[in-house]
T-cell receptor
Framework: DAKTTQPPSMDCAEGRAANLPCNHS???????VYWYRQIHSQGPQYIIH???NNETNEMASLIITEDRKSSTLILPHATLRDTAVYYC????????????FGTGTRLTIIP | NAGVMQNPRHLVRRRGQEARLRCSPM?????VYWYRQLPEEGLKFMVY????????ESGMPKERFSAEFPKEGPSILRIQQVVRGDSAAYFC???????????FGQGTRLTVV
């Protein structure tokens, strides 16, 4: 699976949009981009995934660049409960096994 | 619909003892995944099971670790003769099938003293 690079930490003001970048420059054509988050000491929570097109669900939006070498997770109106570590994961095909969680981005929402 | 239930939440074992971690998947889910998170590290895949079958155990240490998911009852991750390096948070996830969203439990924190 392709390696991902994320900033170690970010702050965002409550109520603003949080934009979390992920670089996956070695991604190949059959690799999906997944985003999970882990709120302190809890189990990871699935957020969203995509292959080529931008995706949106009730939690977030995923913007994937045309060359697919990077993506951005957008939390449109961040709340204090969004404070967590966010993981960007790239994997071949769809599936829940062998997800490779790196160190992620620690997002802190500031009141 | 209850979420993925893991027990115990905290487990303390002395070196050389056995640790048994249980995972009850969500209702209707027949796919179970175990992940381990060492202190200050990301989660690492261990094993993927479907009822009564091990599908992928490529992340399991070769010795002392085993997993099962019987026809009835929870999935069990068993660690024999625990060592200090086994201290970690062990997370279980379940899914309705391989590709749809998997839901993680709250984890079992194993401490080996």
């Amino acid at each position: 699976d392709a390696k991902t690079t994320q900033p170690p930490s970010m702050d965002c003001a409550e109520g603003r949009a949080a934009n979390l970048p992920c670089n996956h420059s070695t991604i190949s054509g059959n690799e999906y981009v997944y985003w999970y988050r882990q709120i302190h000491s809890q189990g990871p929570q699935y957020i969203i995934h995509g292959l080529k097109n931008n995706e949106t669900n009730e939690m977030a939006s995923l913007i994937i660049t045309e060359d697919r070498k990077s993506s951005t997770l957008i939390l449109p109106h961040a709340t204090l409960r969004d404070t967590a570590v966010y993981y960007c994961i790239v994997r071949v095909g769809r599936g829940n096994e062998k997800l490779t969680f790196g160190t992620g981005t620690r997002l802190t929402i500031i009141p | 619909n209850a979420g993925v239930m893991q027990n115990p939440r905290h487990l303390v074992r002395r070196r050389g003892q056995e640790a048994r971690l249980r995972c009850s998947p969500m209702k209707g889910h027949s796919h179970v995944y175990w992940y381990r998170q060492l202190p200050e590290e990301g989660l690492k895949f261990m094993v993927y099971l479907q009822k009564e079958n091990i599908i992928d155990e490529s992340g399991m240490p070769k010795e002392r670790f085993s997993a099962e998911f019987p026809k009835e009852g929870p999935s069990i991750l068993r660690i024999q003769q625990v060592v200090r390096g086994d201290s970690a948070a062990y997370f279980c996830a379940s899914g309705r099938d391989r590709a749809t969203e998997a839901f993680f439990g709250q984890g079992t924190r194993l401490t080996v003293v």
